[in-house]
Nanobody, 123 residues
Framework: QVQLVESGGGLVQAGGSLRLSCADS????????MGWFRQGSGKEREFVAA????????DYADSLKGRFTISRDNAKNTVYLRMNSLQPEDTAVYYC????????????????RGQGTQVTVSS
């Protein structure tokens, strides 16, 4: 069983940075590819980044490449999302998700999803 809990969200000024964490309390984290998604107020949920089971392959939304970095530590059952040069348009609830074996850019294809953490970027 996979149980995902996001943390690290908060209020940050434009240009600032945050690192989100997503911890899995289960025992099979290393069997799952992980993804980050976000949903701003009044917007559709969108893909942010994903990482393969062993962490060797990453994928990013084109608009976020260079500012966001996804990583994972299988020993700690945790996936991270480092966000730099944050802008007000990055304000959203950020969700992590787990998918057996292969990652996807489609939220509904993930097997498990967290409750989300709010990121607010002030101008």
């Amino acid at each position: 069983q996979v149980q995902l809990v996001e943390s690290g969200g908060g209020l940050v000024q434009a240009g600032g940075s945050l690192r989100l964490s997503c911890a899995d309390s289960g025992r099979t984290f290393s069997n799952y590819a992980m993804g980050w998604f976000r949903q701003g107020s009044g917007k559709e949920r969108e893909f942010v980044a994903a990482i393969s089971v062993n962490g060797r392959i990453t994928d990013y939304a084109d608009s976020l490449k260079g500012r966001f970095t996804i990583s994972r530590d299988n020993a700690k059952n945790t996936v991270y999302l480092r966000m730099n040069s944050l802008q007000p348009e990055d304000t959203a609830v950020y969700y992590c998700a787990a998918r057996a074996r292969y990652y996807s850019r489609t939220y509904l294809e993930y097997d498990y999803r967290g409750q989300g953490t709010q990121v607010t970027v002030s101008s």
